[in-house]
């Protein structure tokens, strides 16, 4: 009986003492956060593509993993990215090889547009609060898209920033170049800065992408993900200020009875206004228009409504 008793207690201790034993796995992301340190320029870019300047001759950062379509593995194409900067903008470089460069898929389309191309993506969290920020995309044929981040894994690309990219396709694979400056970004002063930052390439002839950072499929988050990227420092918000004024003339010249006391044949028009936007603060934007000309917005496109409730 005392060994049944004792055998009983062992079933019960025994893997309480194994799992006593055990590593656990930690889910704080920041143990494993990769580190991007970014250099401080020395003397101009050009932004053109051609990766001739010397900041990006340096060793670059090629830790990518394969997302789509084999989460995990090695991508099937090597990628190299630089990161500098200087007094008013941050830069960012990337080298992708390609084995085929003729079988890299080159289209070009309207302002984010959703296009079968190859890309190469870049999200900076300039707030640093792990919540939100800013993208920018290039696709191999120089078309851009670029949008907001917010709630850690939600974007909007309703927002376009003023930001210069360019890229080439050569022997090796394509080249791209990105410009972005401090004015499109989002951070208050300090002394020293460490921000969000992340990579994506696709390849869509492999139905391929290869991310820095890795969120695994069963896993939730993105920006609370990105990589630190350090060696910022000295460098200060500018003043946000944005104005874009217009200018409309018009002029008609109608056939008019003789003795027409209201129509003379030759009537002019014009019309004056603007759009404004001021920073008055790094998480405060005002806008204000002045006389907006509505024919400019963005609900020019018509729509087609079939259906018994009002557009």
């Given at each position: ?46 932004v ?45 470089a ?25 890309w ?18 290039v ?86 993900r ?27 010249f ?35 228009t ?8 963005e ?13």
């Open positions: 009986m005392r060994r049944l008793r004792l055998f009983f207690v062992l079933f019960l201790v025994a893997p309480c003492l194994a799992r006593s034993g055990d590593t656990p796995r930690s889910t704080d992301t920041t143990l494993a956060r990769p580190v991007i340190e970014a250099g401080r320029l020395l003397s101009p870019i050009a053109d593509g051609n990766l001739s300047e010397r900041e990006w001759q340096r060793p670059g950062y090629t830790r990518f993993t394969q997302k789509d379509p084999k989460e995990g593995s090695e991508p099937s194409q090597r990628t190299e990215v630089w990161v500098a900067y200087d007094d008013a903008a941050l830069y960012v990337a080298r992708l090889y390609d084995s085929h460069p003729d079988s890299i898929i080159s289209r070009i389309g309207r302002r984010d547009a959703d296009l079968n191309s190859d190469f993506y870049v999200g900076i969290d300039s707030y640093h609060d792990r919540r939100s920020g800013y993208y920018f995309s696709y191999a044929g120089g078309s851009v898209s670029d949008g907001t981040m917010f709630n850690d894994d939600w974007d909007d690309n309703t927002w376009d920033g003023v930001w210069d990219a360019a890229t080439k396709i050569d022997d090796r694979g394509w080249t791209v170049e990105m410009r972005i400056p401090y004015s499109q970004l989002r951070f208050p002063k300090q002394e020293a800065y460490t921000w969000g930052i992340n990579f994506i390439r696709s390849i869509p002839r492999n139905q391929e992408r290869d991310d820095f950072v890795l969120v695994p499929r069963k896993e939730s988050g993105w920006v609370s990105f990589a630190d990227l350090t060696g910022l420092s000295n460098i200060n918000p500018p003043q946000k200020l944005e104005i874009l004024p217009y200018v409309v003339s018009s002029g008609k109608l056939q008019h009875a003789p003795g027409d006391p209201f129509v003379s044949g030759h009537d002019f028009g014009q019309n004056v206004g603007g759009d404004l936007k001021l920073g008055l603060g790094n998480n405060l934007t005002l806008s204000a002045i006389n907006p000309d509505f024919g400019q917005v609900v020019d496109p018509a729509v087609v409504n079939l259906t018994q409730f009002e557009t």
